[in-house]
Structure formats: structure tokens, C-alpha cells
């Protein structure tokens, strides 16, 4: 069975879902750059091993990097999920986990990478928001798109509305990636795509929750 680490920096809500989705994978470990990480004893109750890898402890990216490097690498997981994990990481840090290192994103990117992506949606009047599970590159938010969900921006949405929105897809789509991942079904073009092996009807790597009702 293929396994994962998870890193965090807060809350954990992806983490659960990925924890409780019953997936073929063994979670090996969640590391969290902040010791005060509400889903760090969200871990704990699931009897996962954490592991506090405190950035502030650390001069420079650089060096925060190796340790956190350090930490992953005893648990020697097949892919590391970005879940929450809210610091930038180094060219070399993403390298050395090229190809097995993912991440969630609350934007249908490439529109909205970055920071304060909801607010920002609202700002310019978008119709559909949405999350991007996709593999870490060098650049940030960029990388192959493994799959997205697409939700309405309603009248009358706020920062907190919209998110939640966004957080119920988040939950659903990133579980499946890992799971596309552990069945060893994702593949990536020449030109960055993702291709998604053995493709059945009734998946698709974007859902709209409106169209599946
Ligand atoms: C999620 O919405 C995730 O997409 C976002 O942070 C939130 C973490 O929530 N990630 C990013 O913005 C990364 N750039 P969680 O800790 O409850 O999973």
C-alpha cells in the first residue's frame, strides 16, 4: 500500500476528510509548521504520528526546507500532500518531490493563485469559483491540474459563505486525487497535463455540484 504525509499549518479540514475517506493509502505521518495547528490533535485522534516542524525555528526558507525535508523523508512516503500548508516552498525542496507532491487550492486556477482567493472572486463579480487539486511546481499555484470543482457565486455571498462552498468540494475532489494517485492512474504529459488512466464514465476530473443533483 502506497503511503502519504500530510503537512498542515492550521486548521485540517482537508486533512480529516482525507484522513476519514477510507483511502488506499497508509498515512504515514502530518507535519504541521505550526505547533498550535488545530489539526494537529485532529491527527492525533485518528492515531496518526505528528511531527511539529516549527519554520520559526529556522533563519532562512533554506534551511527550514532540510529540516522539513528531514521530517518527511523518515517516513519515506510515496507522495506528500499539501493540505493547508501555507508556506511558499523552495525551487529545491519542490524538485526533490517532483511528481509526488500535491496540493489543493481554493481558486479555479490559473485564475485566483495566491492569497484571499474568495475575497478576490467577489471583488470581480466571477459567476463560478471553485478549488484545483494539482501537482507542486516550482512556480506557485502552477503545476499540472489533476481535477477541479466549479461552484456558483450567489447573490449575496460573502467571504465565509463562499468558502464553505468551496471547502464541501475541496473535501470531495482532493480524497479522489489521492486515491487516482495510490491506484497509480495519474500520469503527466510532455506538456504538463495530467492524464487521468482508465477513465470510467462516470468520472470526470471536474465536477459542478449543480449538474450532479
Ligand atoms: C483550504 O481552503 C485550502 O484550499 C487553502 O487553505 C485552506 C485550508 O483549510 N489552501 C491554500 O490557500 C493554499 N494556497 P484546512 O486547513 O481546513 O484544510
New binding site residues.
Partial sequence: MKSIVIL????????QAILEADLPVRVAAVISNKPDAA?LEIARRHGVPTQVVNHRDYDDREAFDKALAAGIDTFSPDLVV?????RILTTGFVHDYNGRLI????SLLPAFSG?N?HVRALAEGVKIHG?TAHFVTPSL?KGPIISQAAVPVLPGDTEDTL?ER??EQ?HIIYPQAIRWFAEGRLSITRNGNVILQNQKSAEIALRSPWEAQ
Fill in positions: 498542515i499549518s492550521g486548521r485540517g479540514s482537508n486533512m489539526g499539501l493540505a493547508g500548508f501555507m496540493n489543493i487550492h481554493p492569497l482567493t478549488c499555484d468558502a468551496v471547502l475541496e
